[in-house]
């Protein structure tokens, strides 16, 4: 297994267009995690699967913003009508379902709203 | 929510020890992590303490905990310039972090190694 992988590396998109992001998890973590990282900060929690369901939502995901990970396994997150603010990176973990596991990042997707 | 706050950029010199400094609000929080970014690479784990702990050691690395103080610190001794990164505290458990195992981040360090 070669860790998480997420795809695109780079996505550069006008505003008002719609954008996808893939992550695929280590494969046998049955959780998975979005995280936003903008420039000088840290990472902020987005939302959290556990297989594939759903089980945690942030307020900083509005409406635009969608998630799923419809077979337990890889998830994508669909940012509706992008914003110039949504511009960051979006990083993925995944952990086995476990108190205080590792949690494993993939390199992240970075957002350039233009 | 969770405050956790950390200084942003730290100069030293290669083979000295470096400090790492975070302060947090949230005492409940069963695991406190350091992670590693670097460049155009993911989030690397370096370490971790339980919350019921005061210092772990891992080779180059000395985690402390001041719980009273709600202080966390990541020493690295005879730091190298491979480790000039950005270093990120971060918790999870307690009231934020919950069953889910999210982390909750600080605002991250800058760590420059001098050669």
């Known amino acids: 297994d070669t860790g998480v992988s997420q795809n695109p590396r780079h996505k550069i998109t006008k505003r008002g267009q719609n954008v996808t992001f893939r992550c695929d998890p280590i494969s046998e973590h049955n959780r998975l995690y979005w995280y936003r990282q903008t420039l000088g900060q840290g990472p902020e929690f987005l939302t959290y699967?556990?297989?594939?369901?759903?089980?945690?939502k942030s307020r900083l995901l509005s409406d635009r913003f969608s998630a799923e990970r419809p077979k337990g396994s890889f998830s994508t997150l669909e940012i509706q009508r992008t914003e110039q603010g949504d511009s960051a990176m979006y990083l993925c973990?995944?952990?086995?379902?476990?108190?205080?596991?590792?949690?494993?990042f993939g390199q992240g997707t970075r957002l350039t709203v233009v | 929510g969770e405050d956790v706050e950390q200084s942003l950029f730290l100069s030293v010199r290669e083979g000295d020890s470096s400090v790492i400094n975070c302060t947090y609000t949230?005492?409940?929080?069963?695991?406190l992590y350091w992670y590693k970014q670097e460049p155009g690479a993911g989030l690397q784990l370096l370490t971790y303490?339980?919350?019921?702990?005061d210092m772990k050691q891992d080779q180059r690395l000395t985690v402390l905990l001041n719980k009273k103080d709600k202080h966390l610190s990541l020493r690295i001794a005879d730091t190298q310039t491979g480790d000039s990164a950005i270093y990120f505290c971060?918790?999870?458990?307690?009231?934020?972090?919950?069953?889910?195992?999210?982390?909750?981040f600080g605002t991250g360090t800058l760590l420059a190694v001098q050669p």
């Open positions: 971060a918790f999870s458990g307690g009231n934020y972090g919950g069953a889910t195992n999210k982390l909750i």
């Open positions: 303490i339980f919350s019921n702990m």
């Open positions: 973990a995944s952990s086995l379902d476990r108190v205080g596991t590792e949690a494993f």
């Open positions: 949230d005492s409940s929080s069963t695991y």
């Open positions: 699967f556990q297989n594939e369901a759903q089980l945690e």
